[in-house]
């Protein structure tokens, strides 16, 4: 780019020796130089088609790139000297330098020379209390006026934020909080009339001033909450929600109020995806939610609390499913297209249980700990084969290892339901191999499938993520287990 910029430069040059100066250098958008003779359209006629773009334009596509690529702009050519400092300010401090020491120094000088406004900030490094006075002078910072994201790391989470971190509220579209205490005094009088994401990690907040920061972003589609305290419940209110995901401590020992362990989804007509954490003794109430089509990770894993394990509770309407067990099938659920489940031990009666309560599966995802028991479905195929006209059409089945129990559970789906489309099965790398390969298509008897067009495709390559992988609000928006 650097030499057609050159040549362009050149052209430029000459012209204005002969027709007077660049109408670009005045503000005005010039028109582009010929092409030089012989140039074909093919070969784009030898000009330098970005640098000709107008300024807000080369700005846009500026503010997108890795804070240390859009700096880096400005050793392209004259003409796009001054574009990194004008365009929307795009200040990520993850890999810009090692040390908080180092960083603070060089964030300051990226604020002090750039003119704004500002699209997005994160500061990701962790600092102390004694650097609280640096850190609001980044966020007093002209250069960030009319910011549109925020991902801050604070002082700790039983710690206020810095005083500026809410003076962006009414420009905001994407907020991520980590590590601090929300005082009910600072939730007071905030509105967030643009705010679409919203995920708080590590955070103490009320459950009073919870509801209302949720109820003050009108907009609010993505809701992230990972690890936070103080509160017991959280009800969903919302005409606007597309996405919720929670991550809480799981395999310890939970406090009685201190943490979340109700979800409750009173009325959310856009909520289509709830991610949930596998072992956090949560019990969730999904009242009205007529788009939800994504649900995982549903698990008989469970939270440890006075000495006993209590399992995530999830119900619809008089419809409970008690961990992975459907205790109640008062009503089937059949807006739910994806599921995704953690299993301590395979079994192929919990897998069909779940089939049969949601029958417009699609795609199921399943993850097991451990090979379980010997998945034999023969003798039981008259109770079964009624589930099968609405068996999900995509299987993705986790750390196979070829025992003999597994061989019986995929072989159940390979010989019996007609629906099948494709079934990947995720290989334990230290069993994929040719030889393994062969041996199991073999037991697998894949010859003799019962949906004739299904694919079984093997793979040692780990192809869906747990919720609680999510490591931004933002992640909400994709389909986690691809």
């Known amino acids: ?43 784009g006629g030898g000009v330098d088609r970005i640098s000709a773009l107008p300024d807000a334009v080369l700005g846009e596509i500026i503010s997108f790139l890795p804070t240390k690529d859009g700096a880096r702009t400005q050793i392209l050519s004259p003409r796009w000297r001054h574009l990194w400092r004008s365009a929307p300010l795009n200040l990520d401090s993850n890999g810009l330098v090692s040390y908080w020491k180092n960083l603070a120094g060089v964030v300051s000088r990226v604020l002090s020379s750039h003119q704004g406004p500002g699209r997005r900030f994160r500061l990701s490094t962790l600092y102390t209390r004694e650097d609280k006075a640096t850190v609001e002078a980044f966020l007093q910072s002209p250069a960030l006026d009319n910011l549109q994201e925020l991902d801050l790391y604070c002082y700790g989470p039983f710690l206020p934020p810095p005083p500026s971190t809410f003076r962006f509220s009414p420009t905001l579209r994407v907020a991520h909080i980590r590590e601090c205490s929300i005082l009910d005094a600072h939730v007071q009088g905030l509105h967030f009339p643009l705010l679409k994401h919203l995920g708080l990690d590590t955070v103490t907040i009320s459950e009073c001033s919870l509801q209302t920061l949720i109820a003050r972003c009108p907009a609010i589609e993505f809701l992230l909450m990972g690890q936070c305290y103080g509160f017991h419940r959280l009800r969903i209110n919302s005409l606007t929600i597309r996405g919720i995901g929670i991550h809480n401590n799981d395999y310890i020992e939970i406090e009685s109020n201190n943490e979340l362990h109700e979800l409750i989804i009173d009325n959310a007509p856009c909520l289509q995806r709830l991610l949930l954490p596998v072992s956090a003794g949560l019990d969730i109430l999904v009242g009205a939610a007529p788009k939800l089509d994504t649900i995982g990770f549903l698990s008989d894993e469970g939270c440890r609390s006075n000495n006993q394990d209590h399992l995530n509770r999830l119900q619809f309407g008089s419809t409970v499913i008690q961990g992975l067990r459907v205790d109640k099938l008062a009503t089937v659920v059949r807006t739910v297209k994806i599921l995704a489940v953690r299993m301590k031990a395979l079994c192929l009666d919990t ?91 073999q037991k697998l008897q894949l010859e003799n499938r019962a949906s004739r067009g299904a694919q079984f495709n093997f793979t040692d390559e780990r192809g869906f993520i747990c919720s609680w992988g999510m490591k931004h609000v933002c992640d909400l928006e994709i389909d986690p287990f691809v």
């Open 1 to 43: 780019m650097e030499a057609t910029t050159a040549r362009s430069t050149k052209r430029k040059s000459a012209a204005e020796g002969a027709h007077g100066p660049n109408p670009r250098a005045e503000g005005r958008s010039a028109p582009h130089d010929p092409p030089p003779a012989g140039a074909t359209e093919e070969d």
């Open 351 to 441: 897998v069909i249980g779940l089939i049969t309560c949601f029958p417009c599966l699609e795609k199921l995802y399943i993850g097991a700990s451990k090979s379980g028991s010997s998945n034999l479905w023969q003798r039981k195929r008259q109770n079964l084969i009624k589930c099968l006209d609405f068996c999900p059409k995509k299987i993705v089945l986790q750390s196979y290892r070829g025992v003999k129990s597994e061989v019986n559970f995929v072989t159940f789906f390979v010989l019996n339901p007609s629906v099948l489309e494709l079934m990947t099965i995720e290989v334990d790398s230290k069993y994929y191999c040719r030889k393994f390969l062969a041996e199991q298509r």
